[in-house]
């Protein structure tokens, strides 16, 4: 009769210890057998035999009484890698520039970086369709871009590891995004002193009755300023670009807006389209500031009155939270960037009637 072999817990520990080694959980040196006994749940004479196998593989090395073991890793060791889903919020965002950047950096990194099947526009708010992709997608890992906090929550419902890039900030997962409430207010306050009255906010999930931050501070600097807001200053929209050419008819239709908030670039130029075959003037007519920035808006003649913040550093946030997914480490760290406000020649004062 054969004799089973049995594994001591210290063996089992070693080869737990073993495995977030190699993910690479930790780096340098190893922590003790007090900090790890607690952790693990055993006592810590068995994590110290745990550690003393370890040494034995060569995987770490003892620097004496008192210090900690030097992790030392197989050379032929490979650092962990993610296969990282990106949802975009419509399309074109695929070739926007800052999450070009972040892709790049994630396949620097070793990381494989896929496109998911739909863009949020595409699901259209529907949780059912959301949910069948994320379980139908092979991926580790998530990163969203301006998802809404319900979008947000159905990755965490899955326990699916997310990071949110702009959208809704929920204090369960990763995300960063920029502070743009005091440039809304310093921007809004400039049109208000050129003479505006009729400012419109055009994002798409900010309307009266769920503004957001952004369109609290610029409701509130409106309403400083005896200006009365309604669903004209803040209209939203569905039905992707569609949905935005019909609220812009519609904003035109009787009484036009003399000054425009725009959220993105492309949004941006195809309002000034929209302006251009009206045979409407850039900011004679109507002033327009864009609420992202773009690498090439001082290119522009007149420059592009624009919200700016250094958006390097949301390309290197994303990289240090998959670098830590990827070793095991939880990461649920916001991250909010200040922002400001360039001035560009695509404002100034209303014109006369």
Not at 97 to 119: C, E, M, S, W
Not at 132 to 138: L, N, S
Not at 159 to 180: H, R, T, W
Request: neutral net charge; hydrophobic residues 40%.
């Amino acid at each position: 009769m054969a004799v089973p072999d049995f594994i001591t817990i210290a063996e089992q520990v070693a080869a737990y210890l073993r495995g977030e080694l190699l993910r690479e959980r930790w780096s340098g040196t190893m922590p003790g057998m007090n900090h790890l006994a607690p952790e693990l749940g055993v006592n810590a004479k068995t994590v110290e035999v745990a550690l003393k196998l370890l040494e034995k593989e060569g995987v770490l090395v003892g620097q004496g009484v008192g210090r900690c073991r030097k992790i030392v890793l197989p050379e032929d060791h490979a650092p962990p890698t993610l296969r990282v889903a990106v949802l975009f919020y419509e399309k074109g965002d695929e070739v926007h520039d800052l999450l070009t950047r972040f892709q790049y950096k994630l396949k620097a990194a070793g990381h494989t970086v896929i496109h998911a099947p739909k863009n949020l526009t595409d699901i259209g708010g529907n949780m059912r369709r959301l949910a069948r992709m994320i379980e139908g997608t092979d991926a580790d890992a998530w990163v969203v871009i301006a998802g809404s906090k319900e979008e947000i929550q159905c990755f965490v419902h899955r326990q699916v590891p997310v990071f949110a890039l702009f959208g809704s900030q929920d204090p369960k997962i990763a995300g960063i995004a920029p502070n743009q409430v005091p440039t809304i207010v310093n921007a809004t306050r400039r049109l208000i002193d050129l003479g505006h009255q009729r400012i419109v906010m055009l994002e798409i999930t900010s309307t009266l009755s769920n503004p957001g931050p952004d369109g609290v501070a610029f409701l509130n600097e409106l309403a400083d300023h005896g200006i009365t807001a309604g669903n004209y200053n803040m209209p939203g929209w569905e039905g992707g670009f569609d949905g935005f050419y019909r609220c812009l008819e519609s904003l035109f239709a009787r009484t036009p807006p003399t000054a425009i908030f725009i959220y993105s670039p492309a949004e941006y130029f195809a309002v000034a389209q929209f302006l251009l075959n009206r045979g409407l003037r850039v900011p004679q007519d109507v002033s327009l500031i864009c609420c992202n920035p773009a690498p090439y808006f001082n290119r522009y003649q007149p420059s592009i009155s624009h919200v700016r913040w250094n958006d390097q550093l949301m390309v290197n946030r994303i990289g240090r939270w998959a670098k830590n997914i990827s070793h095991g480490k939880e990461d649920t760290r916001q991250t909010m960037i200040d922002a400001e406000f360039i001035e560009g020649g695509t404002i100034g004062p209303v014109a006369k009637s």
